[in-house]
């Protein structure tokens, strides 16, 4: 199981690193999108792998629980991730409706390194 998951989170994270050094604005958005569903199933596995196990503490019995913090965290980054991705998609969509092209260039119109 957590060899699945690692490798889960490797496949996220170079995709997403992949993505982000294109040059055009849609596929920086998925990067991003997929660096952040990366992060969020690492914080997810750092609550313990633990199969049909409740996620609270029981004094009376002796059966193993898993951390309900990495969920509420992850549960808060999706909410987050959301929120910055439709205003990420807002803002690539005005520079494209500015501009006419999606591409993203470093370089100013002088034709110098900015």
Request: glycine content about 6%.
């Amino acid at each position: 199981m957590e060899i699945l998951v690692a490798t889960a989170v490797g496949v996220l994270t170079a995709s997403g690193i992949y993505l982000v050094l294109r040059q055009r604005t849609f596929p920086v958005i998925v990067g991003i999108s997929l660096l952040s569903y990366a992060v969020n199933v690492f914080l997810f596995a750092t609550g313990r792998l633990v199969i049909n196990a409740p996620p609270i503490l029981n004094k009376y019995e002796d059966v193993p629980y898993t951390d309900p913090l990495p969920q509420a965290l992850v549960l808060t980054a999706i909410v987050i991730s959301f929120g910055m991705t439709a205003v990420i998609v807002m803002i690539a969509l005005s520079s494209y409706l500015t501009n006419r092209d999606d591409r993203i260039d470093m370089i100013d119109d002088a034709g110098e390194d900015a």
